[in-house]
């Protein structure tokens, strides 16, 4: 059975990226801090190399996709993986490229329907602070990873915006420390 995981990294101070992403720096000026980790030591690389993996299908926003397709062309973010990418978009963009991965679709947990049967028994990984909140307020998340980068960016894109008006618990299942990051993985308490 898949487990539907919000997996994002983040800064100290609870940012997906700084302020300001344009297509030029998708992760706003100085964001890209934020994925340095991934390539900066083995143990991050050995993460995201296990993560990529157990993943079936990915979810992410339109403002993802718009910001990142000049490098995911179209094996998407799975990279030679090719991994199933679902959009939340209410349109599709005229860029898409020919034979990529990509299906866009109207809400998140339309989109997270679709992932779920294209995943078989993989993961859905949902990278998208706006997708990952919806989805959390819909409660359809099982897991949360946070990959916590020891920066302070002040401003940027909120981790998770807004739940609805109530909490969600967690619990934590792992916590693994590399040079640049502390990987965070907690399991979503259903009430």
Same mark, same amino acid.
């Given at each position: 059975? /898949? %487990?539907?995981?919000?997996?994002?990294?983040?800064?100290?101070?609870?940012?997906?990226?700084?302020?300001?992403? %344009?297509?030029?720096?998708?992760?706003?000026?100085? !964001?890209?801090?934020?994925?340095?980790?991934?390539?900066?030591?083995?143990? /991050?690389?050995?993460?995201l190399a296990?993560?990529?993996?157990? +993943? =079936?299908?990915?979810?992410? =926003?339109?403002? %993802?996709?718009?910001?990142?397709? *000049?490098?995911?062309?179209?094996?998407?973010? !799975?990279? *030679?993986?090719?991994?199933?990418?679902?959009?939340?978009?209410?349109?599709?963009?005229?860029? +898409?490229?020919e034979? !990529?991965v990509?299906?866009?679709?109207?809400?998140?947990? *339309?989109?997270?329907?679709?992932?779920?049967?294209?995943?078989?028994?993989?993961d859905?990984?949902?990278?998208?602070?706006?997708v =990952?909140?919806?989805l959390?307020?819909?409660?359809? +998340?099982? *897991?949360?990873?946070?990959?916590?980068?020891? +920066?302070?960016?002040?401003?940027? %894109?909120?981790?998770?915006?807004?739940?609805? =008006?109530?909490?969600?618990?967690?619990?934590?299942?792992? /916590?693994?420390?590399?040079?640049?990051?502390?990987?965070?993985?907690?399991?979503?308490?259903?009430?």
């Amino acid at each position: 059975m /898949s %487990t539907v995981r919000f997996e994002i990294s983040a800064s100290l101070d609870g940012y997906t990226t700084a302020s300001d992403p %344009t297509l030029v720096e998708p992760m706003g000026p100085g !964001g890209q801090i934020l994925h340095h980790h991934w390539s900066a030591d083995t143990v /991050s690389k050995r993460l995201l190399a296990e993560s990529q993996a157990g +993943v =079936g299908a990915s979810l992410a =926003g339109r403002r %993802t996709y718009d910001r990142s397709i *000049e490098w995911w062309q179209a094996d998407g973010p !799975g990279d *030679e993986l090719r991994t199933p990418t679902f959009i939340v978009s209410h349109s599709v963009p005229d860029d +898409v490229p020919e034979g !990529g991965v990509y299906t866009f679709v109207g809400s998140a947990e *339309e989109a997270l329907d679709q992932a779920l049967d294209v995943a078989g028994d993989k993961d859905v990984d949902v990278f998208s602070s706006s997708v =990952g909140a919806q989805l959390l307020r819909a409660g359809r +998340v099982d *897991e949360v990873h946070v990959h916590l980068v020891p +920066v302070l960016l002040g401003a940027g %894109t909120r981790l998770v915006d807004d739940l609805g =008006g109530r909490p969600v618990r967690l619990e934590q299942l792992d /916590s693994v420390q590399s040079p640049n990051a502390t990987h965070l993985r907690y399991g979503v308490i259903r009430d």
